[in-house]
């Protein structure tokens, strides 16, 4: 039955909740994508991955506000790969001119890196692209990247469809209902490109981000793309599979 089918939740950082709250993100049938932002994070999330392997996939990386002094760097990115063959999945990895242009030739570096890793090691990318949508995409075509997230993607409507034309999926953020681009990104999403995430915890304009408003943003995007709840929990599922059965 389709109301038996989990939730999705592809991008959060699950190392800053409490044991207590995974457990019962977990009870309420959502499955997590975690990401991870440096080295430590990186080993907290496989951790907790494998205390709980059955409800949640584990990413390793540096996300690119980490990213300040190139031989800290180029130290953590090697500690890094030493844990990608146990993880699922690289995340939070990309590139950002929104928030920390200034790091910007650091961040490339250490994303070809990552992309480097996820060609060698066969594992799918959690990709944070903010300011920077079309350099990210322009790379991960320069690498045939096949199996990429596209996280809470807030960039041009134009550029989303060479995105989803590139066989990339795109999450949609809990924060759709106060945040307008969203919706239009919703709108032109197909189901077979989209999946669900929170980013929590954070708190974005008041709302607290966390993998229980997950159900609530199933049944907005279900209204906007005139499906039934249960169509498209099925459609996230298959789309969550997938980024493990195919390869990059
Ligand atoms: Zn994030």
Known sequence: MDDEIPYVDAHLHLHEFKEEEIERFLSSRVLLIAVAEDYNSSIRTLEIRDSHPEGIKA?????PWNIKDEEALRREIEAI???IPEADCIGEVGLDLKFTADTYPLQ???FQAFLEFSRRYEKPLNIHSAGAWRETLQLLRAWSVKRAIFHWYTGPLDLLREII?????????????????????VLATPLQSMLTESDGPYNYRGLNLNPLLIPELVAEIAGLKNVTEGQLRRVIFENF????ERKV
Request: charged share 25%.
């Open 241 to 244: 599979k997938a980024l493990w």
């Open 165 to 185: 034309s590139s066989g990339l999926l795109v999450s949609i953020n809990a924060s759709l209902k106060v945040q307008r681009k969203a919706r239009q990104v």
């Open 59 to 63: 990413c390793v990386g540096i996300h």
């Open 81 to 83: 790969e030493e844990l």
């Open 108 to 110: 490339e570096k250490a």
